[in-house]
């Protein structure tokens, strides 16, 4: 191998072990399970005078825990206990329920973007010192994502968005009309609830694939001498080379890239040939 290879081959490396570009093009979801937000006099109301609540532990979201204290939610035909309270204490009640959930309490509530309970369905709230009416604040809540604006500007997408958003594995989904929330107090995470996962087969931590335009979201990058649409071309030309580096694959104009047995090929190549869609294939 020439200087000159060597030291394309030593770059890439340096490239790699500095994660340079390395940002994964996907979402990590969370699984929220039935859950309720309080207003400071609910709190009060169900918990005595004056109460605080107590984290049991924080959430992905900065500023947001989950709290040791639960409450019972009744609908007209059931009631659900151990309903986790979630903290801090807001401005209005909200409770939040999948839709198996409702069936079992009896009620239909809407499906709506969290905050937004105006003429969402009734609920009963009992907690330890007393009980509460609500005419409205039970909803279920729309899929969503939560990014930071610097989130938002690498996925070019913005606040009040709608995007598609694919998964993978034993059940692949997709998941339609998923609304974008964008703020400097949040952490990119996509939020569904627990009807949704079980669709789907998604625990907390998965990935999911943002689609715009019916095409997966791909980074931006700078690629030469593509071919326009137009242009008819051959789909697959040897490679001639000893060494396949990244520069090579983003500079290749046909769809498959074949090498001989003996051609060295970088990771970085391999990594660009899966973005741009390109097969590298070794000849025997």
Request: proline residues 6%; positive net charge; contains cysteine.
């Amino acid at each position: 191998m020439n200087e000159q290879a060597i030291r394309t081959v030593v770059e890439e490396v340096i490239q790699q072990l500095l994660k340079k570009d390395s940002r994964p093009n996907t979402i990590p979801m969370a699984v929220s399970a039935r859950h309720c937000h309080l207003s400071q006099a609910d709190l009060e109301t169900l918990f005595g005078k004056g109460y605080e609540l107590t984290k049991k532990v924080d959430l992905s979201q900065p500023g947001q825990f989950a709290a040791n204290e639960t409450v019972v939610i009744v609908g007209p035909r059931g009631s659900i206990e151990k309903v986790r309270i979630l903290g801090p204490a807001r401005s209005l009640t909200q409770v939040e329920v999948s839709k198996t959930d409702a069936v079992k309490l009896g009620v239909n509530p809407p499906l709506r973007e969290s905050g937004n309970i105006a003429g969402s369905a009734p609920i009963t709230l009992v907690g330890p010192k007393g009980s509460i009416f609500k005419n409205e604040g039970l909803i279920i809540a729309q899929a969503h994502i939560h990014m930071h604006p610097e989130d938002a500007a690498y996925f070019a997408v913005e606040n009040g968005e709608y995007v598609r958003i694919r998964t993978e594995g034993e059940r692949p989904v997709s998941f339609e009309k998923v609304l974008i929330r964008v703020s400097p107090r949040y952490r990119l995470e996509m939020h569904i609830d627990t009807d949704e996962a079980n669709a789907g087969f998604i625990i907390s931590g998965q990935a999911g694939f943002l689609v715009k335009d019916g095409e997966p979201f791909v980074k931006p990058q700078h690629v030469t001498n593509l071919p326009s649409p137009e242009q008819k071309k051959p789909k697959e030309v040897q490679f001639q080379k000893n060494l396949l580096t990244k520069r090579d694959v983003e500079a290749w104009q046909y769809e498959k890239i074949t090498v001989h047995k003996g051609t060295m090929v970088t990771p970085l190549a391999r990594d660009a040939a899966r973005e741009l869609k390109k097969t590298i294939q070794v000849m025997d």
